[in-house]
């Protein structure tokens, strides 16, 4: 469970959409186990497989130790409410960088788990955030591109100021 090399933005994988995964094996297991380290690591909340330039959709989201960390593979939203919520969100690609983001409040979510199994489920709050954030990064959107184009500038430029771009 080696910690992976999480890519800095404005690497270009990071604009890459994951292909779906296929195989529900071992090596996606150890994949899914060196997500959560690097995720913990890093430190964060959620991560996905292109983060560390990886293109396979699976994500994996701790929001606390209490409830343990959970695996999505190949996540879709399959609906959303209209019901928006504004909370402020960052990546594990560009530390030290957070904004508001206008988000759905409610999604249904269909995903597999490690062992390929589909679910089906609703799910509102943080975890709904979370999610909706970590699918946009398996379609290759990068969360900036959720703001507007000022805020955009200036989180990027404020990034730039923190000596982490590249």
Known sequence: MPIRLILRFPDARLSMPAVPVERFDKDLAA???DLLETMRAAPGVGITAPHIGVLQRITVIELDSASGP???VNPEIVWSSSDTVSHTEGSVSMPGITEDVVRPRLIR???QTIAGDVVETEVDGFLSICLQHE???LD??????RLSRLKRERATKRFAKLGRIG
Request: aromatic fraction near 22%; charged fraction near 20%.
């Open 31 to 33: 994949l899914a186990d």
């Open 70 to 72: 959970k695996i999505y």
């Open 109 to 111: 979510l269909r995903y």
């Open 135 to 137: 699918i946009d990064q």
């Open 140 to 145: 290759g959107i990068f969360w900036l591109q």
